[in-house]
């Protein structure tokens, strides 16, 4: 078969399978599919976006494939390109999300020779399902997680044709109904909600009355019975002893508190999912289940119990914030007015690190119903590629507003994402950085400890001393610099296409101030 016909072939077979959106980084061998995508696109049948940087396009399309949950194809041409998804790719593969990686490749002749471009491309992402013909792709994506399609494209690889794309209907594949385990009461339960848990941990929890354990990019927490400052909970509070039963749901991985939970092996622990979601080894206390169910409403009595010592915890927080900031200027006060910024049908996009974590210890429960999206890479939990992966979300999304918190070290790492030609479609998205000049998370850690100071500055916190507005200017992207106590009226402003707003932070007493949080719940708990 010709490159062209291959390329035509292709575009069909990714509108039967509801292909909405593709991302393509240019190059030589992908001539063919390049013409293809363009000629689909101009057809309203396939929305393009080009990036030249095969590792921002990755994550573009993992953006747009986490916030649609439909597949999103990245193609690139041969060579090193095909390396640069790899991230993107793991990222997808932890995290499960449809991502498509379609490669372009010189034909099987050319292997083990010094051609240009020429290397072996087949299998390149360990343990991700692979087809190397058109006919082998809905096999490869079924799935349910991310592929990789490599074509070899002989010469010619342009042809002057008027493309055409038949559809076909499409068809979606009906999926089983599980039948739930219903679980007894008893025992002293908790529902633990991880990353992409989306609602059934809530629905679980509010129907047996049992405390919601969820982080904040589960989709969970929402509801009266959603405990805030449960990480400071599981640490200090007697009642983490008193758990004899965890419901785990998504992906939990945000803080030590709760994999240390999960990692009991004296409780019963049933984990709607599988072990590739499920922290550690899954020892003999451990279930592995699809669903589950409450037979009825257990004793609210444990619940208040949660929720009451929630409040005080919720109150001593509070109180060191202010202590710190009478004007709300510490870093938890920042996540705080992010949270309290997304409105109804909102999307926020959370990078690694901090401000995940920030947020995690201050986001108040949203309002069930309301449908605010909060989303982050947590496959991995990397730095790399988030700028994308937010901007990717918010062309994805119709949001009401739309909103990525990151820290500069993620910004830098990734102000390539910010790289768009000046036709290609973007969103409407308010990027804010907490800038503290470095990786104020390792200060919270290990690293962190006194006799690790000599050398911290250099090795952990690795300060760049970078202009994030020079940056900007340069990308062709509106900045400015707002104080922690206006960045509520700045993220009020209605905003079109994208934009960066630079808070700038101090991370000197980073470690102090989460030791004095964690110390101030603590005394409150022991005082009860």
């Known amino acids: 078969m010709s490159s062209t016909r291959t390329a035509r072939s292709l575009i069909i077979e990714l509108l039967n399978l509801d292909v909405r959106e593709a991302v393509l980084s240019p190059g030589s ?57 790899h991230p993107a790719m793991l990222e997808a593969q932890h995290a499960c999300v449809p991502l498509l990686a379609i490669t372009a490749d010189r034909p099987a002749r050319l292997r083990g020779t010094g051609a240009n471009q020429t290397t072996d491309q087949r299998r390149i992402f360990p343990g991700i399902a692979y087809a190397d013909s058109v006919k082998g792709l809905a096999e490869a994506l079924s799935p349910g997680g991310p592929a990789h399609l490599n074509l070899e494209l002989d010469e010619p690889l342009l042809e002057a044709i008027e493309w055409d794309f038949p559809q076909t209907s499409v068809v979606g594949s009906a999926r089983a109904e599980v039948e739930p385990e219903a679980l007894a009461f008893g025992p002293r339960t908790v529902v633990m909600a991880g990353d992409d848990a989306r609602q059934p941990p809530r629905i679980l929890a509010r129907d047996a009355g049992w405390p919601l354990l969820a982080e904040p990019s589960s989709g969970s927490r929402n509801g009266e019975g959603a405990v805030v400052a449960y990480r400071l909970l599981l640490a200090h509070s007697p009642l983490a002893g008193q758990i004899e039963r965890v419901v785990s749901f998504g992906h939990s991985t945000l803080s030590r508190p709760v994999t240390s939970l999960l990692g009991r092996a004296d409780i019963e622990i049933i984990h709607v999912g599988s072990q590739g979601t499920f922290p550690h080894p899954a020892g003999p206390n451990v279930r592995f289940v699809d669903a589950v169910a409450a037979e009825g409403s257990d004793d609210r009595s444990w619940l208040e119990s949660w929720l009451d010592a929630d409040r005080l915890a919720g109150a001593a927080i509070d109180a060191v914030l202010r202590a710190h900031s009478l004007d ?30 920030d947020l995690d210890l201050v986001a108040r429960p949203y309002t069930v119903g309301e449908r605010r999206l909060i989303i982050a890479n947590r496959g991995l939990a990397g730095i790399d590629g988030v700028l994308s992966t937010a901007i990717g979300a918010a062309l994805a999304r119709n949001s009401s507003r739309a909103i990525a ?23 409407d998205l308010t990027i804010v950085v907490a800038s503290d000049d470095g990786g104020s998370i390792f200060s919270t850690l290990e690293q962190g400890a006194p006799e690790f100071a000599a050398t911290f500055e250099r090795v952990f916190a690795a300060p760049t001393g970078a202009d994030i507005g020079d940056l900007c200017r340069g990308y062709g992207i509106p900045h400015r610099v707002v104080a922690p106590s206006a960045l509520a009226v700045a993220l009020e402003e209605s905003a079109t296409g994208i934009r960066v707003i630079e808070v700038p932070l101090e991370r000197g007493s980073r470690r102090v101030l989460a030791e004095e949080l964690s110390t101030a719940v603590r005394d409150v708990l022991a005082a009860r």
Do not use: C, M, Q, W
């Open 405 to 427: 918190y990151v820290g500069d070290l993620t910004f830098l790492h990734g102000s390539n994402g910010l790289l768009i030609g000046p036709g290609e479609p973007r969103p």
């Open 328 to 357: 709300g200027t510490t870093p938890y006060d920042v996540a705080r007015t992010i949270s309290e910024s997304v409105p109804p049908e909102g999307l926020l996009f959370v990078g690694s690190s901090n401000p995940i974590r």
């Open 29 to 85: 061998r992908s001539g063919p599919l390049a013409l293809a995508l363009a000629a689909a696109d101009e057809a309203g049948l396939i929305r393009l976006h080009v990036r030249i940087d095969e590792r921002e396009a990755g994550f573009l399309a993992l953006g747009l494939a986490k916030a649609s949950r439909r597949v999103v194809p990245a193609f690139t041409t041969s060579g090193t390109a095909v390396a640069n998804l």
